[in-house]
Protein backbone atom coordinates (compact mmCIF):
# COMPACT_ATOMS: atom_id res chain seq x y z
CA UNK A 1 0.00 0.00 0.00
CA UNK A 2 2.66 2.69 0.92
CA UNK A 3 4.63 1.64 -2.09
CA UNK A 4 1.42 2.21 -4.12
CA UNK A 5 1.13 5.55 -2.33
CA UNK A 6 4.83 6.23 -3.09
CA UNK A 7 4.56 6.03 -6.68
CA UNK A 8 1.40 7.88 -7.01
CA UNK A 9 3.00 11.10 -5.55
CA UNK A 10 6.27 10.66 -7.29
CA UNK A 11 4.11 10.48 -10.93
CA UNK A 12 2.29 13.87 -9.52
CA UNK A 13 5.74 15.53 -8.72
CA UNK A 14 7.06 14.10 -12.69
CA UNK A 15 3.93 15.70 -13.89
CA UNK A 16 4.15 18.70 -12.33
CA UNK A 17 8.09 19.28 -12.96
CA UNK A 18 6.95 18.22 -16.25
CA UNK A 19 4.69 20.87 -16.65
CA UNK A 20 7.12 23.70 -14.91
CA UNK A 21 9.74 22.70 -17.60
CA UNK A 22 7.91 23.30 -20.12
CA UNK A 23 5.81 26.46 -19.04
CA UNK A 24 9.58 28.08 -18.82
CA UNK A 25 10.72 26.47 -22.00
CA UNK A 26 7.43 28.43 -24.16
CA UNK A 27 7.98 31.54 -21.88
CA UNK A 28 3.92 31.13 -20.91
CA UNK A 29 1.33 28.89 -19.12
CA UNK A 30 -2.09 28.42 -20.23
CA UNK A 31 -4.81 29.25 -18.27
CA UNK A 32 -7.34 26.49 -17.40
CA UNK A 33 -10.27 27.03 -17.86
CA UNK A 34 -9.40 30.10 -20.40
CA UNK A 35 -11.53 33.60 -18.84
CA UNK A 36 -13.99 35.63 -20.77
CA UNK A 37 -12.17 39.05 -22.24
CA UNK A 38 -13.81 42.47 -21.63
CA UNK A 39 -14.19 42.78 -25.85
CA UNK A 40 -14.20 39.45 -27.72
CA UNK A 41 -13.07 41.51 -30.59
CA UNK A 42 -9.49 42.70 -29.35
CA UNK A 43 -6.87 40.78 -28.05
CA UNK A 44 -6.76 41.85 -23.75
CA UNK A 45 -3.74 42.00 -22.22
CA UNK A 46 -4.01 42.50 -18.57
CA UNK A 47 -1.03 43.53 -16.38
CA UNK A 48 -0.85 43.10 -12.46
CA UNK A 49 0.96 44.87 -10.56
CA UNK A 50 1.47 46.40 -7.26
CA UNK A 51 3.07 50.18 -6.17
CA UNK A 52 5.29 48.67 -3.87
CA UNK A 53 6.95 46.10 -6.18
CA UNK A 54 10.25 46.77 -7.26
CA UNK A 55 9.95 44.17 -10.24
CA UNK A 56 7.24 45.99 -11.69
CA UNK A 57 8.66 49.42 -11.08
CA UNK A 58 11.89 47.89 -13.04
CA UNK A 59 9.34 46.70 -15.86
CA UNK A 60 7.47 50.07 -15.67
CA UNK A 61 9.46 51.47 -18.71
CA UNK A 62 9.79 48.52 -20.98
CA UNK A 63 5.66 47.99 -20.75
CA UNK A 64 5.56 51.94 -21.34
CA UNK A 65 7.63 51.66 -24.55
CA UNK A 66 5.63 48.52 -25.79
CA UNK A 67 2.54 50.65 -25.30
CA UNK A 68 3.68 53.32 -27.86
CA UNK A 69 2.95 50.80 -30.71
CA UNK A 70 0.13 49.45 -29.26
CA UNK A 71 -2.21 47.41 -32.60
CA UNK A 72 -5.42 48.86 -32.68
CA UNK A 73 -7.10 45.26 -31.98
CA UNK A 74 -5.00 44.85 -28.26
CA UNK A 75 -6.95 46.16 -25.22
CA UNK A 76 -4.41 47.41 -22.44
CA UNK A 77 -5.60 46.71 -18.96
CA UNK A 78 -3.92 48.03 -15.76
CA UNK A 79 -5.02 45.27 -12.91
CA UNK A 80 -3.64 46.46 -8.83
CA UNK A 81 -3.33 43.18 -7.11
CA UNK A 82 -4.66 43.37 -3.77
CA UNK A 83 -3.21 40.03 -1.94
CA UNK A 84 -2.92 41.80 1.96
CA UNK A 85 -3.82 45.19 3.70
CA UNK A 86 -0.74 47.87 1.84
CA UNK A 87 -1.78 46.06 -1.48
CA UNK A 88 -5.18 47.04 -1.21
CA UNK A 89 -4.53 50.53 -0.02
CA UNK A 90 -2.58 50.71 -3.09
CA UNK A 91 -4.94 49.31 -5.20
CA UNK A 92 -7.11 51.56 -3.85
CA UNK A 93 -5.44 54.84 -4.81
CA UNK A 94 -5.01 53.09 -8.38
CA UNK A 95 -8.80 52.97 -8.23
CA UNK A 96 -9.74 56.55 -6.94
CA UNK A 97 -7.74 58.08 -9.98
CA UNK A 98 -9.19 56.05 -12.55
CA UNK A 99 -12.49 57.45 -11.31
CA UNK A 100 -11.19 60.82 -11.66
CA UNK A 101 -9.75 60.07 -15.11
CA UNK A 102 -5.77 60.95 -13.52
CA UNK A 103 -4.26 57.60 -14.13
CA UNK A 104 -1.95 58.86 -16.93
CA UNK A 105 -1.11 61.60 -14.67
CA UNK A 106 -0.49 59.55 -11.45
CA UNK A 107 0.67 56.50 -12.39
CA UNK A 108 4.30 56.36 -13.11
CA UNK A 109 4.90 59.71 -9.95
CA UNK A 110 3.20 57.34 -8.05
CA UNK A 111 5.78 54.36 -8.06
CA UNK A 112 8.49 56.73 -8.21
CA UNK A 113 6.91 58.07 -4.80
CA UNK A 114 6.79 54.90 -3.11
CA UNK A 115 9.96 53.30 -4.79
CA UNK A 116 12.48 56.18 -4.84
CA UNK A 117 11.24 58.74 -2.34
CA UNK A 118 10.10 56.49 -0.11
CA UNK A 119 6.41 57.47 0.79
CA UNK A 120 4.03 56.37 2.70
CA UNK A 121 0.90 56.60 0.55
CA UNK A 122 -2.05 54.10 2.05
CA UNK A 123 -4.34 56.22 4.07
CA UNK A 124 -6.89 58.79 2.71
CA UNK A 125 -4.98 61.73 4.56
CA UNK A 126 -1.42 60.42 3.05
CA UNK A 127 -3.13 60.40 -0.31
CA UNK A 128 -4.57 63.65 -0.50
CA UNK A 129 -1.70 65.74 -0.80
CA UNK A 130 0.01 63.99 -3.69
CA UNK A 131 -3.52 63.98 -5.45
CA UNK A 132 -3.96 67.58 -5.07
CA UNK A 133 -0.17 68.17 -6.37
CA UNK A 134 -1.31 66.58 -9.44
CA UNK A 135 -4.13 69.09 -10.42
CA UNK A 136 -7.30 66.87 -8.32
CA UNK A 137 -9.76 69.16 -6.17
CA UNK A 138 -9.41 68.09 -2.40
CA UNK A 139 -13.01 67.90 -2.34
CA UNK A 140 -13.34 65.94 -5.34
CA UNK A 141 -10.64 62.96 -4.54
CA UNK A 142 -12.66 62.66 -1.14
CA UNK A 143 -15.32 62.00 -2.49
CA UNK A 144 -14.18 58.80 -5.13
CA UNK A 145 -11.80 57.93 -2.89
CA UNK A 146 -15.35 56.91 -0.62
CA UNK A 147 -17.43 56.28 -3.67
CA UNK A 148 -19.05 53.32 -4.33
CA UNK A 149 -17.44 52.54 -7.36
CA UNK A 150 -14.42 52.44 -5.98
CA UNK A 151 -15.54 50.26 -3.18
CA UNK A 152 -16.61 48.22 -5.50
CA UNK A 153 -13.43 47.28 -7.52
CA UNK A 154 -11.46 46.65 -4.58
CA UNK A 155 -13.82 44.15 -3.16
CA UNK A 156 -13.42 42.19 -7.24
CA UNK A 157 -9.61 42.75 -6.76
CA UNK A 158 -9.00 39.93 -4.50
CA UNK A 159 -11.13 37.77 -6.31
CA UNK A 160 -9.11 38.74 -10.12
CA UNK A 161 -5.73 37.63 -8.73
CA UNK A 162 -7.54 34.29 -8.04
CA UNK A 163 -9.02 33.73 -11.28
CA UNK A 164 -5.69 34.32 -13.07
CA UNK A 165 -3.94 32.00 -10.51
CA UNK A 166 -1.94 34.79 -10.27
CA UNK A 167 0.61 34.54 -7.11
CA UNK A 168 2.81 37.19 -7.42
CA UNK A 169 3.69 40.63 -9.89
CA UNK A 170 4.68 41.96 -12.08
CA UNK A 171 2.08 39.22 -14.45
CA UNK A 172 0.79 39.24 -18.08
CA UNK A 173 -2.80 37.75 -18.77
CA UNK A 174 -3.05 37.46 -22.58
CA UNK A 175 -6.77 37.09 -24.30
CA UNK A 176 -7.90 35.55 -20.66
CA UNK A 177 -6.05 32.27 -22.21
CA UNK A 178 -1.84 32.58 -21.28
CA UNK A 179 -0.13 34.03 -18.29
CA UNK A 180 3.29 34.91 -18.16
CA UNK A 181 5.94 36.48 -15.77
CA UNK A 182 9.31 37.14 -15.57
CA UNK A 183 10.23 34.05 -13.61
CA UNK A 184 8.06 31.53 -16.51
CA UNK A 185 9.39 34.05 -19.90
CA UNK A 186 13.22 34.45 -18.10
CA UNK A 187 13.12 38.58 -17.63
CA UNK A 188 11.50 41.25 -18.14
CA UNK A 189 12.68 41.80 -21.92
CA UNK A 190 11.87 38.19 -22.85
CA UNK A 191 7.94 38.84 -21.33
CA UNK A 192 7.52 41.71 -23.51
CA UNK A 193 8.51 38.93 -26.82
CA UNK A 194 5.76 36.47 -25.07
CA UNK A 195 3.27 39.24 -24.97
CA UNK A 196 4.25 40.16 -28.58
CA UNK A 197 4.41 36.57 -30.04
CA UNK A 198 0.83 35.66 -28.32
CA UNK A 199 -0.90 38.77 -29.64
CA UNK A 200 -0.08 37.79 -33.12
CA UNK A 201 -1.05 34.51 -32.88
CA UNK A 202 -4.36 35.58 -30.96
CA UNK A 203 -5.11 38.30 -33.85
CA UNK A 204 -4.78 35.28 -36.39
CA UNK A 205 -7.84 33.59 -35.29
Known amino acids: ?38 DPAKVEVIEFFWYGCPHC ?7 NKWKENLPKNVEFIRQPAAFNETWTKHAKAYYTAEALGVVDKIHADFFEAVQKKGQDLETEEQLVPFFVAHGVKEAD ?38 KTNGKIAGSHEKMIEVMNKLIEQESKK
Open 57 to 63: YDFEPLL
Open 1 to 38: MLKKITKTCLFFLLFAFSALLRAESVGYETISPAQPTH
Open 141 to 178: FREAYNSFPVDAKIRQAGAMAARYGITGVPAIIINGKY
